[in-house]
């Protein structure tokens, strides 16, 4: 968690996809008013979230907007803001989408000593071989790894 907060302090919005938005904003929500004591949870509830959305009309989380346009379009207005990072968490779908259209500037894998049995990934929309530089890795306790990689752009 010490990782992701991190991320948070460095960027001031958060894209999420729809399905991704329903799991975790309620639930974040929740611990920042029923523990304020935990600080992951008071930045998420905090920061400024843009869901991508085809489905939904409205949100009623506080601190989000729906995005309902062009991926590409919607993303590049944003980027053009003056600001902090753009961090994203998003389920396969939505993140290969990003990666697709190659609007991700960093990856920051966790590694988590899990198994898990959806074999979901997130290059899967991915066009031919996609090259990446590392930048940095680090294991945090309980096993947790996070890889950081760029995309190389030729």
């Excluded at 010490?2 to 799991?23: H, N, P, Q, V, Y």
């Excluded at 920061?47 to 991926?71: E, P």
């Amino acid at each position: 968690m010490a990782f992701l907060s991190s991320l948070i302090d460095t960027s001031d919005t958060l894209l999420l996809g729809r399905k991704t938005a329903e799991g975790i904003i309620d639930f974040w929500k929740n611990e920042a008013e029923t523990n304020p004591a935990h600080p992951f949870a008071k930045k998420i509830a905090a920061i400024q979230k843009v869901v991508f959305t085809q489905t939904l009309d409205a949100s009623t989380w506080s601190n989000t907007r729906l995005a309902k346009g062009n991926l590409a379009h919607e993303i590049a207005n944003l980027k053009a803001q003056d600001g902090k990072d753009i961090l994203v968490f998003g389920g396969a779908d939505f993140v290969s989408a990003l990666i697709k259209e190659n609007l991700i500037d960093e990856f920051h894998l966790i590694i988590n000593p899990t198994a898990m049995s959806n074999g979901m990934t997130i290059f899967h929309a991915a066009d031919g071989i996609q090259k990446y530089s590392p930048i940095a890795s680090k294991l945090y306790p309980g096993g947790k790894t996070v890889l950081s990689f760029i995309p190389k752009r030729e």
